[in-house]
């Protein structure tokens, strides 16, 4: 299997890569075992969660924190909008009382003109995410 270093980092990796971000939630134990088995046979060792783990690390993050890695400026911005919303109303700082729709519409998303396009497009003025 071909190598690949990242970056200046000396780290080498596989340049076949496997995505473990659905083990645990979509993909079961054992399905996720016959992935893990299939992917070390085939002489990879790219993997996320791998690559998450020595990311957060060099960073300076404390052990366990995580990340997603994605392909792209819009792909990013748009996970970073959801999981924004997704964590608002789970420390619930929105009003339980009102129905979900009503509760986005008090949203706001404050970026400069300068923003990725895929922001604005997004989130118009007068908009939500």
Same mark, same amino acid.
């Given at each position: 299997?071909?190598?690949?270093? +990242?970056? $200046?980092?000396?780290?080498?990796?596989?340049?076949?890569?496997?995505?473990?971000?659905?083990?645990? /939630?979509? +993909?079961?134990?054992?399905?996720?075992?016959?992935?893990? !088995?299939? &992917?070390?046979?085939?002489?990879?060792?790219?993997?996320?969660?791998?690559?998450? !783990?020595?990311?957060?690390?060099?960073?300076?993050?404390?052990?366990?924190? !995580?990340? +997603?890695?994605?392909?792209?400026?819009?792909? /990013?911005?748009?996970? @970073?909008?959801?999981? @924004?919303?997704?964590?608002? &109303?789970?420390?619930? $700082?929105?009003?339980?009382?009102? @129905?979900?729709?009503?509760?986005?519409?008090? &949203?706001?998303?404050?970026? /400069?003109?300068?923003? $990725? &396009? /895929?922001?604005?497009?997004?989130?118009?003025?007068?908009?939500?995410?």
């Amino acid at each position: 299997m071909q190598e690949r270093q +990242v970056g $200046h980092s000396g780290l080498r990796v596989s340049r076949l890569g496997l995505g473990t971000m659905t083990f645990g /939630s979509q +993909v079961d134990e054992v399905e996720a075992e016959e992935q893990l !088995d299939a &992917f070390l046979d085939a002489g990879g060792t790219l993997i996320e969660r791998r690559l998450v !783990d020595w990311t957060t690390g060099r960073i300076g993050f404390a052990d366990g924190a !995580d990340g +997603v890695f994605t392909s792209g400026g819009t792909q /990013s911005n748009l996970q @970073a909008l959801l999981m @924004a919303r997704g964590e608002t &109303f789970l420390r619930g $700082h929105v009003d339980p009382g009102l @129905a979900y729709n009503e509760s986005l519409s008090r &949203f706001r998303v404050f970026c /400069s003109r300068d923003a $990725h &396009f /895929s922001v604005q497009k997004r989130c118009p003025p007068s908009s939500t995410p």
